[in-house]
């Protein structure tokens, strides 16, 4: 069974950092593409950012380019994300997820076919 | 931008359910649903407009392609309210705003 396990999230000061890790169990995490998708309170879900199994491929939305960083090891199955500048919009809950594409081979198939439960980050002073 | 409709849907169990999701432009069949219940992580329904995600069971069908297209709950079980999201992905992914569906 497919287990994406997020864990970092906290209260962040404006301003500030936070690094995300999503830990993954249950399937041959090398083999695939990863990305994170957050919801803010009463918003619907926002697409953050995606990366190809290999680590060699890295797609940002453009709202975040600039500010955000993913990362993974494939070593110890484990995805990260970095937010820089953390603003009061950042505040939501951050997912990582599965995604069936091939970003290496030219294959943007890019939906989420597993999730992990999300870990909250808040921003404020 | 990916617009879904109605925010709010009540039905009875046992009803169908129709929801919509309309993008500006088109996304040929790039177009996948997921179902989000509180405290739980999104469960991936429908790719590709109309496949079903694996174990997503039968009541559970997706139609349409290019800009308008719809999920249909044949007849609806207590466990199927929820919050759902259309997304396309036929260019970088956006998500619709969601379609709250409530027991009436």
């Known amino acids: 069974e497919v287990h994406l396990v997020e864990s970092g999230g906290a209260l962040g000061q404006p301003g500030g950092s936070l690094r995300l890790s999503c830990a993954a169990s249950g399937f041959a995490f090398s083999n695939y593409d990863m990305g994170w998708v957050r919801r803010a309170p009463g918003k619907g879900l926002e697409w953050l950012a995606v990366?190809?199994?290999?680590?060699?491929?890295?797609y940002y939305a453009d709202s975040m380019r600039g500010r955000i960083t993913v990362s993974r090891d494939n070593s110890k199955s484990t995805l990260f994300l970095e937010v820089n500048g953390l603003r009061a919009e950042d505040t939501a809950i951050y997912h990582c997820a599965r995604l069936p594409s091939s970003l290496d081979y030219g294959d943007y198939s890019l939906y989420f076919d597993d999730w992990g439960q999300g870990t909250s980050v808040t921003v404020s002073s | 931008l990916m617009t879904q409709s109605p925010a709010t849907l009540s039905v009875s169990p046992g009803e169908r359910a129709t929801l919509s999701c309309r993008a500006s432009?088109?996304?040929?069949?790039?177009l996948a649903w997921y179902q989000q219940k509180p405290g739980q992580a999104p469960r991936l329904l429908i790719y590709g407009a109309s496949t079903r995600a694996s174990d997503v069971p039968v009541r559970f069908s997706g139609s349409g392609s290019g800009t308008e297209f719809t999920l249909t709950i044949s007849s609806l079980q207590s466990e199927d309210f929820a919050v759902y999201y259309c997304?396309?992905?036929?260019?970088?992914?956006?998500f619709g705003q969601g379609t709250r569906l409530e027991i009436k």
């Open positions: 990366m190809s199994r290999s680590g060699g491929n890295t």
């Open positions: 997304q396309q992905y036929n260019n970088w992914p956006t």
């Open positions: 432009q088109s996304v040929t069949s790039n």
